[in-house]
């Protein structure tokens, strides 16, 4: 018998026994129960507990056959399950006096369904949100609250900018991707390498990076384009559900980093540059919908506070930006849904033709000098060669390796890089930093 499958055998004998189950709050009783089989009380055991009662539970054959409950989905209850009537008042509860009685959370609540069961006993059966959409809500919830502590009045001012004599020939560029907002770099358990990746050394690297650009520019005009997996996941998983992470804080603390993170590095280059364009890649294989909502606070932030600061939030899984006679082509690799395996560190066939075939279907041979930019990979790879009509360029990721990668393969480099382009010809003059 499994862990969960004794668990819930447990809690539901437990709650057999009650002798009245109405003479004190549904979550009084989980907390009891919870105490009773030794597990530290959350409310999703006290929502899963509903859930186990709540299921017409007709043999211990039942139980050993089920492992997990996700929803009843308004399957057949017995007389285990809290009653919807209330003597009191003479009526049914509404879900709402339901939840509130029972000390279920409404706003976990998809749908519900009152319903009849045996002996006239009448109970709600309902269908909760899955904690990937739950950790959505939550951060929905506070999603204003968020923005309006970053958003102040413009202040008006003269912006302390080096003027360069040639900055009309030359732009700037700075590539970061793979920041991993979240991430536990130790995982579960003890790791094979030690390391840290909290908020401390997020923002330490963030003035390293701001320090870097500002020592090496050649232009008061900047790009800044994230390839992708800004924040690590959501609800503590993949935005595709495909496994557990390990993280180090919740949602809503990463989200807030996230959103600072952002702000802090845009806005204190803004000191040392006339104009910055920020391309966010959103369609990615870890942060998903949760990395546009940060996405999408960043561009609602900054292009409220200033005039010189444009900011692109990239949906589609490929997309393209001209500036002057460059083209950047920017894909994370790997996308939130369908592509599994994504674009490879090494250039091949196959992927040459994918990018040839965007070129074309965009039309966009036309002279310019084009690079093809991405992420996912963890990798500097740079190819100048492979292709006569494009270069395929890997970059590093900005966060250190997480204790799958070190284990699995090694205690890889992590950095970012940072381009002075000449407007009109094929000179770019890079210059990577390594954490």
């Not at 399957?75 to 008042?89: F, H, M, T």
């Not at 950790?135 to 609250?145: I, P, S, Y």
Request: charged share 25%.
């Amino acid at each position: 018998m499994g862990k969960v499958t004794h668990i819930k055998k447990e809690a539901i004998n437990l709650y057999r026994n009650i002798e009245d189950v109405t003479s004190q709050t549904f979550t009084f009783w989980a907390k009891q129960i919870a105490d009773e089989i030794d597990l530290d009380y959350e409310d999703s055991f006290r929502k899963r507990l509903y859930e186990w009662v709540s299921i017409d539970e007709t043999s211990d054959d039942d139980l050993n056959n089920t492992t997990e409950t996700n929803t009843n989905q308004y399957s057949s209850s017995s007389n285990l399950a809290p009653s919807a009537w209330d003597k009191d008042l003479g009526r049914f509860l509404t879900i709402e006096e339901f939840c509130r009685k029972y000390g279920l959370n409404k706003d976990s609540v998809k749908s519900s369904k009152l319903i009849s069961h045996n002996l006239g006993h009448m109970t709600y059966n309902i269908a909760f949100f899955t904690p990937d959409e739950e950790a959505v809500l939550e951060v929905n919830t506070h999603l204003e609250d968020i923005i309006q502590k970053y958003i102040k009045p413009i202040e008006r001012r003269e912006l302390d900018v080096f003027r360069i004599n040639d900055e009309l020939e030359w732009f700037d560029r700075l590539v970061i991707t793979d920041v991993h907002i979240g991430m536990s770099v130790n995982g579960y358990g003890d790791p094979l390498y030690d390391g840290v990746w909290d908020s401390v050394e997020l923002l330490k690297r963030l003035e390293l990076t701001v320090q870097h650009c500002v020592n090496h520019k050649k232009s008061n005009e900047l790009y800044i384009d994230d390839l992708g997996d800004f924040l690590d996941g959501l609800g503590g998983q993949t935005t595709r559900g495909g496994h557990p992470l390990p993280q180090n804080m919740n949602d809503k603390e990463a989200f807030d980093l996230a959103l600072k993170f952002k702000l802090m590095l845009v806005e204190s280059l803004l000191e040392h540059y006339d104009v910055i364009t920020l391309n966010n890649i959103t369609n990615d294989n870890h942060a998903g919908v949760f990395g546009y909502f940060a996405a999408s606070a960043v561009k609602q932030i900054l292009e409220t506070k200033y005039t010189n600061i444009y900011v692109n939030n990239v949906k589609r899984f490929i997309d393209h930006y001209k500036v002057d006679n460059h083209t950047f082509i920017i894909s994370h690799g790997k996308d939130s849904e369908a592509l599994k395996f994504g674009f490879k560190p090494v250039l091949d066939a196959k992927q040459a033709e994918k990018i040839d075939q965007y070129c074309k279907e965009h039309r966009l041979y036309d002279g310019n000098f084009i690079e093809f930019s991405k992420g996912d990979s963890h990798q500097a790879i740079y190819d100048d060669t492979t292709s006569n009509d494009f270069h395929y360029y890997n970059y590093p990721a900005f966060s250190p390796p997480s204790n799958w990668v070190k284990t699995n393969f090694k205690n890889s480099k992590s950095g970012f890089r940072f381009y002075n382009i000449n407007r009109n010809e094929n000179i770019k003059i890079a210059i990577p930093y390594w954490f």
